[in-house]
C-alpha cells in the first residue's frame, strides 16, 4: 500500500488539471461576445472591406480580451442603438463630448487610444483662410451624407453656406479637387492614407494651420456590459496604447502627430 500512496497523489492532481481545463472552455462560453460598433466607414478605419484599423483593433481584441464582433452602422442608428435599455456593447473612436459628456454614467471610457482633428481642406487654386465656422460663409461645402457637422448645419439652415453631399469620402475629395465644392473637412487620421491614394493630392490640396476641431478618440462601454468584461476590456486598451504593436498599426496607417505648417510645407515640396 505505502508503495502506492506516492503516485496515487500525481494521478489526483492530474485528473483533477483535466477537470479544470475542461470546465474553462465551457465557463469563457457563458461570457456573451464584445459588441463592437464603429460609425467610421472610411480610412484608416475601413480600408476596405474586413480591413482598416477598426478590424485591426477588432482582431488584437480577440485575441487579448475575449470574443468580439463589429458592426458597421450610421451615426443616427448608433445614437437609436445606445438609446435602448438593454444596451451592453461597445462603441469605437469617440470622444466624451459626442455622447454627453464624461458625466454621463450609461457609458464608461477608455484611455485615449489617439489624438485626432478635423482638417479644413480647400484647393490651392482658391484657398480658405480657416479660423471658425464664420469663414466658410458664402462657400459650398463638401459633406458626406448623413454625416451631421453640428456647427456647419446652422450655416447652412439659415442660407449662409451651401452643402454638397457625396456618398462617400473618397467622392468628396474628388469633388473638391474637381472645384465642384470649396472646402471638406477631414480627420488627420485619414490623412495620410489619401495623400498616398489620390494623385496629385499634395499639388492642389491646401490644409488650413487651424483645425475645425481637436479631440482624442476612445472606446466608449455600456455599463450594462458584465463588470468583469470591461474592467478587462479597459485594461488591454491601456495596455495596447502603450505597446509598440499599437504604434506599428498607426504607422500603417501612415497615422502620425504632424504640424500643419510642416504638412503644407512638405505639400509644396512635394
Known amino acids: ?54 478590424h485591426d483593433l477588432l482582431q488584437w481584441l480577440k485575441q487579448h480580451v475575449g470574443g468580439a464582433s463589429l458592426e458597421q452602422l450610421p451615426r443616427r442608428r448608433v445614437d437609436a442603438r445606445i ?15 459626442w455622447f454627453g459628456g464624461p458625466s454621463d454614467r450609461r457609458f464608461e471610457w477608455s484611455e485615449p487610444l ?35 457637422y453640428r456647427d456647419a448645419d446652422p450655416l447652412v439652415q439659415r442660407g449662409e453656406m451651401r ?8 467622392a468628396n475629395l474628388r469633388l473638391l479637387m474637381l472645384g465642384r465644392v470649396d472646402a471638406i473637412f477631414l480627420s488627420r487620421s485619414g490623412l495620410g492614407w489619401w495623400r498616398r491614394r489620390l494623385a496629385d493630392f499634395d499639388q ?39 505597446s509598440a504593436e499599437w504604434r506599428e498599426m498607426l504607422q500603417r496607417y501612415e497615422i502620425r502627430t504632424a504640424d500643419h505648417e510642416l504638412l503644407n510645407t512638405l505639400a509644396r515640396s512635394s
Not at 5 to 32: N, Y
Not at 116 to 143: C, I, Q
Open 1 to 54: 500500500m505505502s508503495s502506492q500512496a506516492p503516485a496515487s497523489l500525481p494521478r489526483r492532481q492530474l485528473l483533477a488539471g483535466t477537470a479544470l481545463a475542461l470546465a474553462l472552455p465551457t465557463a469563457r462560453a457563458s461570457v456573451a461576445p464584445l459588441q463592437l460598433v464603429s460609425y467610421y466607414d472610411y480610412p484608416p478605419f475601413v480600408t476596405a472591406p474586413g480591413q482598416g484599423l477598426s
Open 83 to 97: 438609446a435602448e435599455a438593454a444596451w451592453s456593447g461597445i462603441v469605437l473612436w469617440v470622444a466624451p463630448s
Open 204 to 242: 492642389q490640396i491646401e490644409i488650413a494651420a487651424q483645425p475645425r476641431l481637436r479631440y482624442q478618440r476612445h472606446v466608449m462601454l455600456s455599463r450594462k456590459l458584465p463588470a468583469e468584461q470591461r474592467q478587462a476590456l479597459l485594461e488591454g486598451v491601456g495596455r495596447l496604447r502603450a
Open 114 to 148: 489617439m489624438d485626432d482633428e478635423d482638417l479644413v481642406l480647400s484647393r490651392k487654386a482658391r484657398p480658405v483662410a480657416f479660423e471658425n465656422m464664420r469663414s466658410l460663409r458664402g462657400l459650398t461645402l463638401g459633406g458626406v451624407f448623413g454625416h451631421v
Open 163 to 170: 452643402r454638397l453631399d457625396s456618398f462617400t469620402q473618397e
